[in-house]
């Protein structure tokens, strides 16, 4: 990276930690500009966007560099518009945030990302392939409340009772 480059990246990380928006957008967005196969600037903007709820727009800038730049931070921003629009109830969505977060998981496992990918899958209804999900969540990070009840929940959906005893079973490791 160079001097400038690395400039524009505290320029904008220092601006975006004073929440002066405008100012860390700028310094992202010229970021992008001088590299634009860097993952920094997209990812900086991205979280600037994100402060300011703007997710459409997060998809809109990422979208097309997430073909030039694959690298996770810019797959996880990407993932994460997609999860909150479609929570918002753009169900049109839902697949391409699924697609996004599996190419995320491909690079890093992550406790958090699965939790959330399973929450895409909850929304199609396809409890199989969240409890998969969420099974591999409690894996890496065991005692997650959040997790334990979303397991639960589709393993009752999907009606395995060897599932549902597994799950059930997870409680005592539960942090309260």
């Known amino acids: 990276m160079s001097d400038r480059a690395l400039e524009l990246k505290h320029q904008g990380n220092r601006a975006l930690v004073r929440r002066d928006y405008e100012g860390s957008a700028k310094a992202f967005r010229e970021l992008i500009q001088l590299s634009p196969d860097s993952p920094d600037g997209y990812i900086g903007l991205a979280k600037v966007l994100e402060r300011t709820h703007e997710h459409q727009a997060i998809v809109d800038l990422l979208e097309p560099a997430s073909r030039k730049v694959q690298r996770a931070g810019v797959l996880k921003s990407l993932g994460n518009a997609y999860r909150v629009l479609a929570r918002r109830g753009q169900a049109g969505v839902v697949d391409r945030g699924i697609e996004v977060y599996e ?6 496992e992550d406790p958090v990302i699965l939790f959330y990918l399973a929450g895409l899958y909850r929304l199609k209804k396809e409890y199989g392939e969240a409890l998969s999900r969420l099974r591999r969540s409690w894996a890496l990070d065991p005692g997650s409340e959040s997790v334990y009840a979303a397991a639960l929940e589709c393993a009752r959906r999907v009606g395995h009772d060897e599932s549902l005893k597994e799950i059930e079973s997870w409680s005592s490791a ?3």
């Open 103 to 108: 190419a995320y998981l491909a690079q890093r």
């Open 174 to 176: 539960v942090r309260r």
